[in-house]
């Protein structure tokens, strides 16, 4: 997918993305300040928010292909699983009970199938959320700060999920996130976004620990990641 | 319906007080289905669109909500009478009249409730099922069901204005006795006659209804509460 000579104007914050290209079957890293234009990038990716101008060059894929998932998800006013299968529903697809059951299961969420949704805490809903997101196999999944209410083992099974994916049928992924020892873990190419421009792309170790521009420099350092625990963990992976 | 009429007519001892209640029914029937056909429309129809005036239609809208419903009775009396310009339907003196009426009374209320509640949930529903690839049309059936509750709850409180109003339907349907005359009318005529009886047994069956109209609306609202741990 590649993204050319974009402009949103949102009051005085303007998005202007000259060029950013996420390759097929990589997991990209979408970092950068609050404010940078991240979830605004993302919300036109999914045709959430429309464009002023430039072109999203999609490839094959379509609009259905393409799902996100947000901080604070959406969820129906149904059950676990009637919000599970939703998107299976919309495609007129016939739920296979033991994929769906297993996905619960993986997250801990099996013996809460028929409960209320929205009854669910707030890093069940995100859980639950993700793996609606998986459920109808989309060719690019946008993951928009999803993983940040998840306590440190279910985070970590969400990436070993995505990694995991990776391996037996690799798609498109398109991690928004403060975390930048998440996004080292998992993502094979990182962008950083500052006042609503791409300001470097590149591997993930090259923009995590060696940044080129100033800005992306001040920002790595500002964080509290330092960069002994990003390679530390880097030669973990 | 002989079964309950009879029952009725054994508790009552004024003539014409057991249709009053068949009329308030059917009027409060006709006019809340035909209201929340159009207020539900228009309520979603107005989220859904921007466009220039908007705001004034909005606050049009709003005005209409807690508009007098004599002065509303006052201005379809004046559309439907002879020499209006919907003289030619004969609605003055009728149900279908009285049925007007109501539908200029309750549809700005179902309209601005319906729309207040979705512009706070149509567009995360919208994002939502974008974001799940739905269709158009798919997604419009989803706003309507994630907003099931708030209508039912609409519709409801437009039933419950509907049954309890008084000052359009007295000059709309001129009170006539077997025929337009209604729970509320009624009340009203046998408290001139001094059959204060009769009239308190009819307000009890009128709070009755009101009441199951918000036994209903409250278990609705009760989802509501559930919700906010969200």
Same mark, same amino acid.
């Given at each position: ?22 390759? %097929? ?24 928010? %429309? ?70 805490? &707030? ?23 999803? =993983? &940040?209410?998840?306590? %440190? ?39 950083? =976004? ?11 170790? *090259? ?31 | ?8 007519? *054994? ?56 508009? %007098? ?9 004046? =559309? ?81 204005? &509907? ?68």
């Amino acid at each position: 997918m590649k993204i050319t000579n974009l402009k949103k104007q949102l009051g005085d914050f303007c998005l202007d993305i000259d060029n950013i290209e996420f390759e %097929p079957g990589m997991v990209h890293g979408l970092i950068g300040p609050n404010g940078s234009g991240k979830s605004t990038l993302a919300k036109i990716i999914v045709d959430m928010m %429309p464009m002023d101008s430039g072109s999203i060059d999609y490839g094959t894929l379509s609009q259905s292909d393409i799902t996100m998932t947000s901080q604070k998800p959406y969820l129906l006013h149904d059950t676990v699983y009637n919000n599970l299968i939703y998107p299976l529903k919309i495609r007129k697809i016939k739920p296979q009970e033991n994929e769906v059951d297993a996905l619960l299961d993986k997250c801990g969420l099996l013996d809460k199938k028929k409960q209320y949704a929205r009854s669910l805490s &707030s890093g069940e809903q995100q859980k639950l959320s993700f793996i609606r997101a998986l459920i109808f196999k989309p060719k690019i999944i946008i993951i928009d700060e999803t =993983l &940040s209410n998840l306590d %440190p083992d279910s985070a970590e099974l969400f990436e070993d999920m995505i990694l995991e994916k990776q391996f037996s049928n690799p798609i498109t992924w398109i991690t928004i996130s403060h975390q930048l020892v998440h996004i080292n873990k998992i993502c094979d190419k990182v962008h950083f =976004l500052s006042n609503g421009k791409n300001i470097q792309s590149g591997k993930a170790n *090259d923009v995590l620990l060696n940044p080129t521009n100033q800005i992306v420099k001040q920002y790595m350092s500002s964080t509290e990641i330092s960069f002994s625990m990003l390679d530390f963990n880097n030669k973990e992976k | 319906m002989e079964f309950f009429e009879s029952i009725f007519s *054994d508790f009552f001892h004024s003539s014409g007080v057991v249709d009053s209640i068949r009329v308030t029914v059917i009027m409060s029937f006709f006019s809340t289905l035909i209201s929340s056909v159009l207020g539900i429309f228009f309520g979603l129809l107005l989220e859904h669109f921007n466009f220039k005036g908007k705001n004034i239609i909005i606050r049009i809208n709003r005005t209409l909500m807690g508009s %007098p419903p004599v002065v509303i009775g006052l201005v379809a009396y004046m =559309l439907l009478r002879g020499k209006g310009p919907l003289g030619f339907l004969g609605w003055v003196f009728t149900i279908q009249g009285m049925v007007f009426a109501q539908v200029i009374i309750i549809t700005p209320i179902i309209c601005g409730m319906v729309y207040s509640y979705a512009i706070r949930t149509a567009p995360a529903v919208r994002s939502f099922a974008k974001s799940m690839g739905a269709s158009k049309m798919q997604i419009n059936l989803l706003i309507l069901k994630e907003l099931k509750n708030e209508i039912y709850f609409s519709i409801l409180t437009g039933f419950s204005r &509907s049954i309890s109003e008084v000052g359009a339907v007295f000059l709309i349907g001129g009170n006539i006795k077997s025929s337009t005359r209604t729970m509320t009318t009624a009340i009203s005529t046998l408290k001139n006659a001094g059959e204060f009886k009769d009239g308190i047994y009819l307000g009890i069956i009128l709070m009755l209804m009101a009441f199951i109209v918000q036994s209903l609306a409250d278990y609705l609202r009760k989802e509501d509460e559930y919700d906010e741990n969200y």
